[in-house]
């Protein structure tokens, strides 16, 4: 009997206690949140050392292809052919390397064909030429040359200065009224330039100009080594000619009558 009425009375608390929660507006003052990481159950597990070695030993080896010799055509033989055009332009490179001594490297910033026009009759009148080549074709042949240290200035759209004698001044200031040119090295007589080195060497003066210094030199320093050379033996034939009229008789007799009058 007293458990009825307890187990009643508990059932009317649960009931109560069920209103009073779900009231609209109203929350709790505490509330029992869990925290901690889930336990994760999708990690593969191990595969044992035995069957390991079962799925090692069991791996499907597919066969070698067997392909008879000379069925298809090797792909490496192919990238390391040239074509007839190439082995053409290379050659028309080995000859303006061989002929020109400067080789200037510039670098082509979207220039229209008009713009590249008026640039080559500028520079054709002071004998300077502009050529293109492909990059891949100018890299290929400087790497088998003593040029190969040109390669790195080859990125991009670039366009070749070549002139048979070098003539920088020039090329700098026909560059100066092309913007779309951006000057990148040059080769030449044989040595390699930055564009630094590329403006010092045009500061330098002609050839010309220094034969006719160093000849002007070297005569200057003739005539002071001739003068210098004649000067001693002249010296020496006045001092001995001195000497020889102090000796002499004549001028003894003549010192004489001098210093009487002169008393």
């Not at 209103?19 to 505490?30: K, M, S, T």
């Not at 994760?40 to 597919?62: D, F």
């Not at 050659?91 to 229209?112: D, H, R």
């Amino acid at each position: 009997m007293l458990a009825a009425v307890i187990r009643s009375c508990l059932y009317r608390a649960v009931q109560v206690f069920q209103q009073i929660w779900f009231l609209p507006g109203w929350l709790p003052l505490a509330q029992h949140v869990r925290h901690g990481s889930k336990a994760v159950t999708r990690h593969r597990k191990p595969m044992h050392i035995l069957r390991q070695k079962l799925m090692a030993v069991t791996e499907y080896i597919p066969p070698v292809r067997v392909i008879p010799p000379g069925a298809y055509e090797s792909q490496t033989k192919q990238a390391q052919e040239d074509t007839a055009f190439t082995l053409l332009l290379k050659k028309n490179l080995k000859n303006l390397f061989q002929e020109s001594k400067m080789i200037a490297v510039a670098q082509n910033n979207a220039s229209t064909a008009e713009d590249m026009m008026i640039l080559k009759n500028r520079l054709y009148k002071h004998g300077i030429n502009v050529k293109f080549f492909p990059n891949q074709v100018t890299l290929s042949f400087l790497k088998g040359s003593i040029y190969s240290n040109m390669a790195p200035l080859f990125i991009g759209p670039t366009v070749l200065f070549v002139s048979k004698e070098p003539k920088v001044s020039e090329m700098l200031k026909t560059l100066r009224s092309s913007p779309q040119m951006t000057l990148l090295g040059a080769c030449i007589d044989n040595t390699l330039l930055s564009v630094e080195g590329i403006v010092n060497y045009s500061k330098l003066p002609t050839m010309t100009v220094v034969q006719g210094q160093l000849l002007s030199g070297l005569m200057m320093l003739t005539s002071h080594t001739s003068s210098m050379l004649q000067h001693h033996p002249a010296h020496l034939s006045a001092l001995l000619q001195q000497h020889i009229k102090q000796q002499s008789p004549d001028s003894s007799m003549e010192a004489g009558p001098a210093a009487e009058k002169a008393t």
